[in-house]
Every structure is written in C-alpha cells, then in structure tokens.
C-alpha cells in the first residue's frame, strides 16, 4: 500500500485558507487520494477524494501534483470548528488505511 | 453525507466479559463494512473487513475468535469483543461502504465511535 506523509501540526488563523499538504511519492496508476477529518472523539468524516484531476466540493478543494506524488488540501475560509486531525489516505484496492495526520488547529 | 450509527456509543464492563457492538447503515446498503481501533492519541487501526453474507478478513495481529464479527445483511454489522480485558478499552469505529445507489458508489462512511471501557 502506499504510505503518506504529512507534516504533524499546523496552525491557521481563521477566516483565512488552510492548505494541508501530503506526500504520497509511491502512488500508483489506479490509487487515488482520500481526505477525511476527526473531529476529538467523533468518527472520520469524509471530505473529498480524487485521481489526477483537481477537485472541489462544498467542503473543500483537493489539488494534485501532475506525477501524483503529492497533493494539497485547501479549506478556503477555515472555521473554528475546522479544528480537527486531517488524514490523507492512497486507497488501494478496498481499505482506507490511516495514517498518523495533521492536526490542524484554527484561531480566532 | 450517508448516516452510519453504531450502539451503543459507550459501554462499560467487566473484565471477562462479552460485549457487543452494532453498527448500521441508515439510508444505504452496504456490502462492505470495516471494523477499526484507534487508542488515545493515535490513529485509527484497520481490524477487519467484513462481507455481507461471507467471513470476516482480518489483519494481521488482529484475533479472530477474540474479535467476532457478522455481516447478517446489508445494512447491520456487528463486532463481538470476547472475554474483553482492561486492554481491549478503546475506541471502536465502524465504517460502510456504499452499494452503489444515490450516486456514492465506493464511497465510505464512518459511524460515531463506540467507547469501551473494561474494568
């Protein structure tokens, strides 16, 4: 499975975009890229997911590298309740698995 | 989104004992449920990966006869923590996975979370 790396902690203040980063240099053709968030002692939520191309939802947007090996996470007007650990996952086959994530602190 | 539940979200028992954990997809099917741990302070942990109707995967570390899960129909799955220890107290979610309808094939939704406590 391909491993992801993401830095452990960021701050962003709120109102202002967050950009979460996650390398993922062993990606593979047919793997795509899922973001999910935790909020404290609640159940992931899923965010949004993509192949190759970039991608946006209500939520959020999801930019990816031409050779994949990275991507980019933007929340454009974060919110204090945005505050939560954001997960990057290369979903192959049937599992999502976790990685440790980045735990993304908003402040006023 | 899609609503996954799980009961009950928290439970406290006994060392030694059984305990039982339900997990359920509300407004979707799903062929596919998964079964994860995640300890203070970590990330989630993939214990298994259950099929409607057929036996339970599980990774790796993770006991089978300790851990007993059914997937009896599309919409309910259930984790069985036997003989449960003060080491077995964490945080059991459960996940689904979209059959297909509503226009979220493949995609995967997570329930609340379940509290164990084993005293």
């Known amino acids: 499975d391909a491993k992801t790396t993401q830095p452990p902690s960021m701050d962003c203040a709120e109102g202002r975009a967050a950009n979460l980063p996650c390398n993922h240099s062993?990606?593979?053709?047919?793997?795509?890229v899922y973001w999910y968030r935790q909020i404290h002692s609640q159940g992931p939520q899923y965010i949004i997911h993509?192949?190759?191309n970039n991608e946006t939802n209500e939520m959020a947007s999801l930019i990816i590298t031409e050779d994949r090996k990275s991507s980019t996470l933007i929340l454009p007007h974060a919110t204090l309740r945005d505050t939560a650990v954001y997960y990057c996952?290369?979903?192959?086959?049937?599992?999502?698995?976790f990685g440790a994530g980045t735990i993304l602190r908003v402040k006023s | 989104g899609a609503v996954v539940s799980q009961h009950p979200s928290w439970v406290i028992c006994k060392s030694g004992t059984s305990v039982k954990i339900e997990c359920r997809s509300l407004d979707f099917q799903a062929t596919t449920m998964f079964w994860y741990r995640q300890f203070p302070k970590q990330s989630l942990m993939l214990m298994a990966t259950s099929n409607e109707g057929s036996k339970a995967t599980y990774e790796q570390g993770v006991e089978k006869d300790k851990f007993l899960i059914n997937h009896a129909s599309l919409t309910l799955s259930t984790l069985t923590v036997t003989s449960a220890h003060p080491e077995d107290s964490s945080f059991y979610i459960c996940?689904?996975?979209?059959w297909g309808a509503g226009g979220r094939y493949n995609e995967q939704f997570f329930g609340p979370g379940t509290r164990l406590t084993v005293l």
């Open positions: 996940s689904a996975r979209d």
């Open positions: 062993t990606i593979s053709g047919n793997e795509y």
């Open positions: 993509g192949l190759k």
């Open positions: 996952i290369v979903k192959y086959g049937n599992k999502l698995v």
